[in-house]
């Protein structure tokens, strides 16, 4: 009632009611409510209004109550680190060769070399030297996604491996067998290619067709 009659003498003529510091400072000693104020003063009258009523629960529906926090709360993580997308940017200098491709996050860089690359996934159109050290780390660092890295401070190391390559075959679909009298550490000089493209192939029957 006090409260009552002190705020009606401050209703001016426009029907809103002014309270003063004076009146918040009297209410809120008398009524045991804190009053926020300043652009986050609803959002903390809110928690502490939650917290209030949560205080006010039952054990276990508390415990029941804060389970399900913790839950929301672990799914939200988990979706904010699947929706984590390393970011690659061209390595320059940075990595063994120009179009390899860094990620500054980890300071590591992605082999782009087409050689290095057919001859870590065993493809047989190509040789490198993989008694080098960096062949050796990059056998140890495929992804799931058949991706090879190597360190920033690993790259001349990789850029030597990279030096070793060099290819046995026209491409990929064709078959390199090579002399092993004529191969040194994996460094084959000679050898021959069975033709595995088939427009290649049927070209070259048409070809000899037409000459017979």
Known sequence: AILTERLASRVGMAGYVEVSD????????????????????PLLTWIEQSLD?????????????????????AL?????????????????????MEKDLLQKADHKCRVEDKLALGFLRNQKWVECGDFSRGAQLLQKSKDEENNFWYDVGDKHKVSFFYSTCIPTCASGTDEYRADLLACDHGICDFGLCKVGDQNAIQWMEGNNMNSG
């Open 22 to 41: 004076e009146d918040r400072r009297w209410a809120a000693s008398n009524h045991g409510e804190r009053v926020f104020r300043g652009p986050f003063g």
């Open 76 to 96: 939200i993580n988990v979706l904010i680190e699947d929706e984590h997308v390393a970011v690659l940017v061209r390595g320059g200098e940075a990595c063994a």
């Open 53 to 73: 009523h949560f205080r006010s629960q039952p054990p276990l529906k508390q415990v029941l109550i804060g389970c399900a926090v913790f839950l929301v709360a």
